[in-house]
């Protein structure tokens, strides 16, 4: 019943999104649309992968009109102000672009100046926002409750989502003890023979997508494991399954991902999951700091 219950969750929130994507929207209010918008949303359908970068005075310029038509135009859509569309524009974009795509991209988004570098700060700084926003507090509590049952915990993370499943590992595997790793697909991954329905299976991956974290995500899945996915789209192939999942802002304007937001949620689970074994965590810590200034592990 609680797999069913997730799946159906899962496609819910999916056609949802679907059915409230920004250039439907856009596509099904023309009708009704000044002249000046109509210019702006046919420009802005006609041209995805660029428009959603532009500052209100050059899609003016593109389109045509002026920039309050621009701003008039965010209005009629519903939104506070064009920032607020520009970022939607942004999300659904990125869902797509190529990482060559980004960078192009990234050279009117990020400034040379002081500006731009600070963006780059502010933008982090936003993805947590947004990460915590959208996070289902239920979820995590749940995923918490399987995570500190589980016979065994396996993380699967690969190509640069290997650096947060490190880090994850490390600690997570300090407070429980039990817990497996697998990023290099060299045949690390035979560990996940015998996985059954008392094991965790974390997932993370982001826009691009591992295959062999998503063929062994499935896997798990097969076998009754009870899966985990962190990951950005719920167009994410990671998804349909996960029993659980959290969508995490990754995607930085340029040709690189930001860990930022889901290095924030791994932190919570972390500290969580601490609180929770707070006595065989502090037993387990003092065992490894004796050893730590034994071997004269730090400087």
Known sequence: MEEKGNRKNADSIKKGKEMNDV???????????????????????????????????????????????????????????????????????REHLSMKERLTNSYTEYNDDDAGIAKIFNDDADRIQKTLSGLDFQTFHTVMEKIISARRIFIVAGRSAAALGTFFYYYLNIVMGNVELITSFNGDEEIMHNVNEEDVVIAITF?????????????????????????????????????????????????????????????????????????????????????????????
């Open 207 to 299: 826009k691009m997508y591992t295959r062999k974290t998503v063929e062994l995500l499935a896997y798990a899945f097969e076998k009754n494991a009870i899966t985990v996915s962190i990951t950005d789209f719920m167009t994410s192939p990671v998804i349909k399954n996960s029993k659980y999942y959290f969508l995490t802002e990754a995607q930085l304007n340029t040709y690189l991902d930001s860990f930022v937001a889901p290095l924030s949620l791994i932190n919570a689970i972390l500290t969580y999951l601490g609180k929770y074994k707070n006595k065989e965590l502090e037993e387990r810590l003092t065992s490894l700091e004796a050893m730590w200034n034994e071997f004269d592990v730090f400087q």
């Open 23 to 93: 250039y439907d929207r856009i596509a099904k209010k023309m009708d009704k649309m000044s002249k000046s918008q109509r210019k702006i949303a046919e420009y802005i359908l006609n041209n995805k992968d660029s428009v959603a970068f532009m500052n209100v005075s050059k899609l003016a310029k593109e389109a045509d009109v002026s920039e309050a038509s621009i701003i008039r135009f965010a209005t009629f859509m519903e939104y506070k102000g064009y920032p607020q569309l520009q970022k939607e524009l942004q999300e659904k974009t």
